[in-house]
């Protein structure tokens, strides 16, 4: 089933370690919409200018993402540029150029109003809001935020969490939203925010998803285990090339995972996090989407099972 | 199978969020043997002084661990103090004491020679090989150790890694150890200098077991699955009262679940990953050795399968 993703549409230029790169192709919803496209169709709704080409448009159509929500507006796209030449775990940002996505006014194309999943990508809390807003009959939403819109955005983001199902975040943006330092129980505060379901990315040691009384992923075993979280591992990888856009390929697997199920079970919900993880273990192993562009379903499945053997006993 | 254990025996005075402590029974022996007694047979080798009373005694004995190797000095035993108020992940050490524990020469009963099991806690690694030299009949020896030894006494510590055949500390350590900030190229590293094994310790995270070529853990399902890596889950806990300990408990879980069973296969070396993390998940909620030393198997069980039930797919 389909998903709509908002968020942008980007081009980065990156410095790691292993090297640099000018000018790749990236955005949050790129990544999501990349990796989610193994799994299910999706939609992408953004804002690019005149420099987004026909070679950009290619990498969307060879996966048959849907890019009629792309908005192409005069003058040139979001421009990112960072480096993680001492941290790989956080981005120095060295230039920030909104261009066309300073005055983006999300536009939703008819043909997208029956999708049943929908992902806020990382934007503006008003924004993700009025796309939510504008699409009442989705099935599950999902979105990411961060650490600035927490900050200095609450009150809006706290009404985007109010219509949200599932919110991803990392370790540091969830003590930050619920003003705790207990990982547990700032889970349990950001669950009253809204979301049914937490997933806390941590990083080079996987991620945890918490889940609240309204839960979709009840198991059914007994009162005692409801709420009992589910941790899903990470690769331990021997190198990172680039760690850009890990965290939105994470959610691309999850999200496009769970989509492309019939039924939303405990089970769906703990794969989708294996799915999230393999998803962001590809982003990190070249620059830009370059790996996540390039990968064919065998490979998924492989890498699937080796984080199944990772993590599992027997 | 018995272990033997050579450590600190001490007192230790603790501030947490949770409150104060003053003089608890600790060590690292102390917390790895209570963990380790719930599998296996534990002998303790250590020095105390004259404020070791009957009270102290009682504890080991409760749990029939032999302390004939524990020696009665004059003087005062090893004193730690220490909080955890800013950060429950890094103790602020307030003072330390050696005592008696300065002048400490182990000395190994005759009745603990037949030990199949070593265990080599945090100690002067001149001690931890002098241990190990004189017991050359041992199956198998794990060890720990810190960032004061590897800091100013690397020399003296690599002598013992090479007599290792599995090593257990956290992720600054490995770093630190191998001089690479990339956890997989440290754990390699690692590795060349003997242990077949390494349990690199993530604290909330859980940890993750790294094996050599001379591995016995190899799964015999092809050479490209030999060398992977296991990673067993932390739980998630809503409050850690104190931490002091966390890491010998492991250790102790870990490592009394191997001499607990009679085949050392891959699947041994998996389970004692998740003992160990339930162990570890005991030790912090209560202070000291409080919790620790009132467990029962039950318990034990229950939380095993928490531990599955938290990190497994179906």
Redesign the interface.
């Known amino acids: 089933m389909a998903i709509t993703v908002v968020g942008s549409v980007a081009f980065d230029s990156i410095e790691t370690p292993a090297g640099r790169r000018e000018r790749c192709l990236g955005g949050a919803a790129t990544y999501f919409a990349l990796a989610a496209s193994y799994f299910t169709d999706v939609r992408v709704i953004a804002v690019v200018g005149e420099d987004f080409g026909a070679a950009e448009q290619a990498v969307f159509e060879k996966h048959g993402i849907d890019t009629r929500g792309i908005e192409r507006a005069a003058g040139k796209s979001f421009f990112w540029e960072g480096s993680y030449l001492e941290n790989l775990n956080e981005a120095k940002t060295h230039n920030t150029e909104l261009n066309v996505f300073g005055a983006f006014e999300p536009k939703i194309p008819d043909a997208y109003r029956d999708s049943e999943f929908l992902f806020l990508a990382n934007i503006d809390p008003v924004l993700q809001r009025r796309v939510r807003e504008a699409m009442p009959g989705v099935k599950l939403v999902a979105g990411d935020t961060m650490n600035y819109w927490i900050k200095d955005h609450k009150a809006a983001l706290l009404e985007v969490l109010r219509g949200l199902d599932i919110l991803l975040i990392n370790d540091t943006e969830t003590k930050m939203l619920a003003g705790n330092n207990?990982?547990?129980?700032a889970?349990?505060a950001v669950l009253a925010m809204g979301p049914r379901m937490l997933v806390v990315k941590?990083g080079?040691?996987?991620a945890?998803a918490?889940f609240s009384e309204r839960s979709f992923a009840k198991n059914g075993t007994g009162p005692s285990?409801v709420f009992?979280?589910?941790?899903?591992?990470a690769l331990?990888?021997?190198?990172?090339v680039d760690p850009t856009g890990a965290g939105d390929s994470f959610a691309g697997g999850f999200f496009g995972y769970i989509a492309s199920q019939k039924e939303l079970t405990p089970?769906t919900f703990?794969?989708a996090m294996?799915y999230g993880g393999v998803m962001g273990s590809f982003a990190v192993e070249r620059f830009g989407t370059e790996r996540l562009a390039q990968l064919d379903p065998q490979e998924i499945e492989e890498r699937f099972a080796?984080f199944?053997?990772?993590?599992?006993?027997?």
Chains 1, 2 share one sequence.
């Open positions: 207990n990982l547990v129980k889970a349990n941590h080079e040691y996987g945890t918490f285990k009992l979280p589910f941790r899903a591992p331990p990888l021997s190198e990172v089970a703990k794969k294996f080796l199944r053997e990772l993590s599992h006993l027997e």
